[in-house]
Each structure stands twice: as structure tokens, then as C-alpha cells.
């Protein structure tokens, strides 16, 4: 989120639509200027939308070449607001008079503050290029990573510890590994929904072209282009690739609690499982189910069962690692799995679980309060994920047996 907006505009009816969708949208405020000549009293703004006008080209200017974002706002598409467009080093700008209800300039910000997260490689033997779409890339609030040839970016790509990489910008010809063979290897390793790539080239093969799209490149992009085509391409492959990551997301987890799902569970589990076997690395697994549930949904509702589903799951995230999976298993149970921790460790962290979950309440409204508890059971032996699962359920159970509200783990006799 943009805490930081700066408005530099005197339309005032374009000013109000524009400032309440970004405030309402993005839950941030905003600050409205008609003119500004002073740098030094706005440098501290995250995002700036100004209008472009002979008063303020010079602050323009002085944004751009301290690498603030700004996005230029013109009621004309005229010869005079295009050149400072394609001059001024702006990551977007808006047409007003036709994008005149703000959703655009939301657009655009929602962009920006999504590409803060994104890691661009670009691939290319020409230092001059390469500086070239650094410039560009760092207009769009995206992060990158510069190879001066294919097979330095394909090192990288198989380098564990290095970057993430999101988008690859590849030129065509290139010495040691040209583009269409880097293109293939990329795709024996990453498919098109996981790793865009997009191919620069002067070639006017067009054959040459349908063959890249054919071995998987997203989009072909000729030489010269312009930087607003530049642009427009990239952000567009960049808005395919989160509608790819949000249906994976959606495939991956529960709706309602935002945890991974049981066959999300089952897939990272089993690779978990078998890194810890290989390293020797301990590993326990927990089950968890919410006591008395079945009365909640009876005596309040499943809206209020849905909010205590919501309360335990919040509990469970906050109380293990990041390196821990934590899945709703089904109704109102929980499965953890917590690598490089013994079953000993674990009995610790879930005990802690469990407690926070009783001492907490839900308040449902000014007088009416909601005391949940959870019981726990812990596997002890370190075979097959289902049978961690059944040795886990069989001690939640018995730990209910005990009186809820509790921890059970089967300890094993020490052999004579």
C-alpha cells in the first residue's frame, strides 16, 4: 500500500473522482496541490499524479529524475502532451476526459504497488540496452536482474540461493546461447504460467517469430519500439501472470480461513517428509479439532461458527514458523506439520497453541461472548503422511477423551 499520494492538479471535478477511489480503494489518503515549484516540500510522497501543463513541467521533470513514480494526467492527446510523455521518464499517464472516473488511475496504482514485488531478468549482450530497460523497468517500480548473455541468465535461474526471477526479457541475438535456444531450455524447466518470457528482436522473419510464440515464448516485441508499446506489452503479460498466481492460490487454499487446503497439504507434505528422511531431519505432525463445535453452529449459527474457524486458524498461523504447513483438514479440523522439530518441541508449541486458543474471546456483539477450546494429538513415529495422520487423529481423540482442552501425545516404553 502507497501510504503517500501527491494530487497536483487544478481540475477540480477530475481531483475529487480521482482522490476518492484511491482513498476508498487503497485505504490511504491523499493530498491535493494545484501547482507545486518546490521539490524539497514534496519529495517524501510515494506516488505522484500530475497534470501536465507548462507550470508544472519543470517539477515533472525534477520527480522523474529522482526516480519517483508519476503518472501524468492530460484532458488532450495532442502533439505537445506526447512529447513530454514520451520524454519525462513518467511510468504511465491518463487521458482524463475519457478515463474520467478514476478506475484508471486505481489501475495503474494497483500496478505499481504490485510490481514493487516482481523481479524482472532482462537478457542482452548490449551494455547500452541493458541500461536502457533498467531505466524503464525501474519507471514501473519493478525490481531486475541483468545478464549480459543466456547462458549467465540460465546459471542464474539454476542458482538455488539466488532471486526469484517473475518475467523474463530475452533478446533474440545474442553470442554463446541466442534467444530461441535459451527460450527452449527455459521451458524444458518452466512452463508459461510460471515464467513469462518476452523476446526483443530487430528480425523481421516472421516465420522466426511464430516460431518462438510456437516454443513458448508469451510475446514477441520488434525492434525499435517505442517505450509506451514497451509498457503496455509488459504489464499486460504481467497481469496474466497474476490472474495465473491467483487460481493457483485459489486452487491451494480454503476460502474461508485463507489456510492451505487437504490436497495442497498432501502435496507439500509428502515432499517435506521425504526431504526429512533423507537429512534425517525430525519431523512432527498435528491434528487439531475444534471442541464442541457442532454446538456452536447449533447455538449461534454458522456465521458465528464461520468467524470461530477464522479466530482458531488466525491463533494456529501466528503461533508456528514459516517454515511450518499448517492446512483446515476438513469442518473444523486443523493439520500442522512441523519440520526440524521433534515431537517433544512440538508438544511444546501446540501446548501453546491450545492455551492461547482458551484464553482467548470471541465477542460477539456488546454482550455476548464465545469461549472456544481446541484438543491436540501428536504423532510419534515418522512413516508414511497418512499414517502420521491416523496416529495424530487417534491421540486428538483421546486427548478429547481426557477432557478437551488439551494436548495428547503417545510417549513409547523404552525397550528392555
Same mark, same amino acid.
Given at each position: 500500500?502507497?501510504?503517500? /499520494?501527491? =494530487? ?37 510522497? &510515494? ?22 513514480? =508519476? ?52 537478457? &542482452? ?34 542458482? +538455488? ?18 534467444? !530461441? ?14 515464467? +513469462? ?24 516485441? +520488434? ?15 504481467? #497481469? ?25 497439504? !498432501? ?29 456452536? #453452529? ?15 486458524? #488466525? ?58 477450546? /481446541? ?42
Amino acid at each position: 500500500m502507497y501510504n503517500k /499520494i501527491l =494530487v497536483i492538479d487544478d481540475n477540480v471535478e477530475y481531483i475529487e473522482k480521482l482522490t476518492n477511489k484511491l482513498e476508498t480503494s487503497l485505504n490511504t489518503s491523499c493530498k491535493v496541490l494545484q501547482d507545486c515549484d518546490n521539490f524539497e516540500d514534496i519529495k517524501e510522497f &510515494d506516488l505522484y499524479f500530475v497534470r501536465i501543463h507548462q507550470k508544472n513541467e519543470e517539477i515533472i521533470d525534477t520527480l522523474t529524475d529522482n526516480n519517483k513514480l =508519476v503518472v501524468l494526467l492530460t484532458n488532450d492527446d495532442n502533439d505537445y502532451t506526447k512529447n513530454i510523455i514520451q520524454n519525462s521518464g513518467a511510468s504511465d499517464y491518463i487521458i482524463t476526459s475519457v478515463a474520467s472516473k478514476g478506475d484508471v488511475a486505481l489501475r495503474i496504482a494497483n500496478r505499481l504497488i504490485n510490481n514493487s514485488k516482481v523481479t524482472v531478468m532482462i537478457v &542482452d549482450d548490449s551494455p547500452s540496452i541493458l541500461f536502457k530497460l533498467s531505466i524503464i523497468l525501474e519507471t514501473q517500480n519493478l525490481n531486475y536482474v541483468k545478464c549480459s548473455n543466456a547462458q549467465e541468465a540460465w546459471d542464474y535461474l539454476n542458482n +538455488p540461493v539466488a532471486t526469484s526471477i517473475d518475467i523474463i526479457i530475452t533478446d533474440y541475438e545474442m553470442p554463446v546461447m541466442d534467444g !530461441y535456444e535459451f527460450t527452449k531450455l527455459v521451458r524444458t524447466k518452466f512452463p508459461m504460467e510460471e515464467l +513469462p518470457i518476452l523476446v526483443l528482436s530487430g528480425t523481421q522473419d516472421t516465420l522466426m517469430i511464430a516460431k518462438f510464440l510456437k516454443i513458448g515464448a508469451n510475446d514477441y516485441i +520488434p525492434k525499435p519500439y517505442i517505450n509506451e508499446e514497451f509498457i503496455a506489452r509488459l504489464s499486460n503479460t504481467l #497481469n496474466i501472470l497474476e490472474m495465473f498466481k491467483k487460481i493457483r492460490n485459489m486452487a491451494m487454499t480454503d476460502h474461508l480461513t485463507g489456510l492451505y487446503n487437504r490436497a495442497y497439504f !498432501y502435496q507439500a507434505g509428502e515432499q517435506l517428509l521425504f526431504v526429512s528422511r533423507r537429512s534425517s531431519i525430525p519431523i512432527a505432525l498435528c491434528m487439531i479439532d475444534i471442541d464442541n463445535f457442532k454446538s456452536v #453452529n447449533d447455538t449461534y449459527g454458522h456465521d458465528i461458527g464461520d468467524r470461530a474457524l477464522k479466530h482458531v486458524s #488466525n491463533t494456529i498461523k501466528k503461533s508456528i514458523r514459516a517454515s511450518d504447513i499448517v492446512a483446515r483438514f476438513g469442518g473444523e479440523e486443523f493439520v500442522i506439520l512441523l519440520s526440524n522439530c521433534s515431537k517433544f518441541e512440538a508438544y511444546q508449541v501446540v501446548s501453546n497453541i491450545v492455551k492461547t486458543v482458551s484464553d482467548s474471546i470471541l465477542d460477539l456483539d456488546n454482550e455476548t461472548q464465545l469461549h472456544i477450546t /481446541i484438543s491436540a494429538g501428536l504423532s510419534e513415529t515418522v512413516h508414511s503422511l497418512d499414517s502420521m495422520i491416523k496416529e495424530a487423529d487417534e491421540s486428538m481423540y483421546k486427548a478429547k477423551h481426557n477432557g478437551k482442552n488439551q494436548v495428547f501425545m503417545q510417549v513409547s516404553k523404552p525397550a528392555n
